[in-house]
């Protein structure tokens, strides 16, 4: 079992910038690949971000790539998401997920564990 733990979300306004941090309890850590995802009041979770096991491949969202970076840190057992230029259409709940594999997906469905979540509201 593999618990995921967000951090770093708050209020910013339009421009600014927050990373976000998902610490990874399971020491198998560096074999999988990770995801961030993100869900606005009365839409449906969507893809933000997602990264291989090496960190070597990313894939980010039309809607934030050049603006969001995913990287990780696999001696920290840690994944983060450093969002720049925000926007208020970027206020949501944000999760971070593990797939028991090493190659990164966009499809939510092939992530086996999830975070809670941290909440990312932007004013404008």
């Known amino acids: 079992q593999v618990q995921l733990v967000e951090s770093g979300g708050g209020l910013v306004q339009a421009g600014g910038s927050l990373r976000l941090s998902c610490a990874a309890s399971?020491?198998?850590?560096?074999?999988?690949?990770m995801g961030w995802f993100r869900q606005a009041p009365g839409k449906e979770r969507e893809f933000v971000a997602a990264i291989s096991q090496s960190g070597g491949t990313t894939y980010y969202s039309d809607l934030v790539k050049g603006r969001f970076t995913i990287s990780r840190d696999n001696t920290k057992n840690t994944v983060y998401l450093q969002m720049n230029s925000l926007k208020p259409e970027d206020t949501a709940v944000y999760f971070c997920?593990?797939?028991?594999?090493?190659?990164?997906?966009?499809?939510?469905?092939?992530?086996?564990?999830w975070g809670q979540g941290t909440q990312v509201t932007v004013s404008s």
């Open positions: 399971e020491r198998t850590f560096s074999n999988n690949a």
């Open positions: 997920a593990a797939r028991l594999a090493v190659w990164a997906q966009r499809d939510a469905s092939t992530y086996n564990y």
